[in-house]
């Protein structure tokens, strides 16, 4: 009788430990498919389109011959070895620098336009961060404003606050030096 009682509780517990690593599997698979789906919610809505790499070859100057840029403004690419401060410009700033401000973690706000009022609400913008975000005017630009970072683009006419902000969010300081 003591054999058959200490079998069923084998039993009981073989089938108790069956159950517990089942629930865990099935929690384990549930938090993985979760996990999943906000990583991926999160990269389908970043800002800006995605533009492939051209790499990141230090040249020495702006005259150095090397590739166009796939994109205008640029967002990657060849560039000088270093940067142009941080903060608001009144004169274009070359494609060449741009490209390294942007490698050492930059947003580029642009504006293409001869429109003061745009240019003062992009500055009051550009003014709430202490590095790694540069206003300047992109002359003969497509569009009226363009924000770049590292591999992203975003392009538009009509001055968005929020778009602009949530841009410089999404991409100032990461930083994008081989290691």
């Known amino acids: 009788m ?22 865990g599997a099935a929690v384990g698979i549930v938090a ?11 990269a ?4 800006g389109v995605a533009i492939a790499s051209q790499g990141n070859l230090h040249i020495q100057s702006e005259s150095t011959p ?5 994109t205008d403004p640029p967002t990657s690419g060849p560039h ?28 580029m706000v642009q ?14 913008i550009v003014q709430r961060y202490d590095k790694q975000v540069i206003l300047a005017p992109y002359p003969g630009m497509k569009s009226k404003i363009a924000l770049t ?11 968005d ?3 602009v902000t949530r841009f410089i969010a999404a991409y100032r300081g990461i930083d994008h030096h081989p290691r």
Not at 2 to 23: D, F, G, H, L
Not at 83 to 92: F, M, Y
């Open 161 to 163: 606050e929020a778009r």
């Open 80 to 107: 000088l070895p270093y940067i142009a401060p941080w903060g608001v410009h009144t004169t274009p700033i070359a494609k060449e620098l741009q490209v390294h401000n942007l490698e050492d973690g930059g947003v």
């Open 44 to 47: 389908a809505v970043q800002p």
């Open 111 to 124: 504006y293409g336009c001869e429109c003061p009022d745009v240019a003062a609400k992009l500055k009051a």
């Open 32 to 42: 993985v498919a979760v996990l999943g789906y906000f990583a991926y919610r999160a």
């Open 66 to 70: 090397h590739v166009s840029y796939s």
């Open 149 to 159: 970072a590292w591999g992203r683009i975003d392009q538009f006419d009509d001055l």
């Open 2 to 23: 003591a054999k058959v009682k200490e079998q069923e509780r084998r039993v009981m517990r073989r089938a108790r430990q069956r159950r517990m690593w089942a629930a």
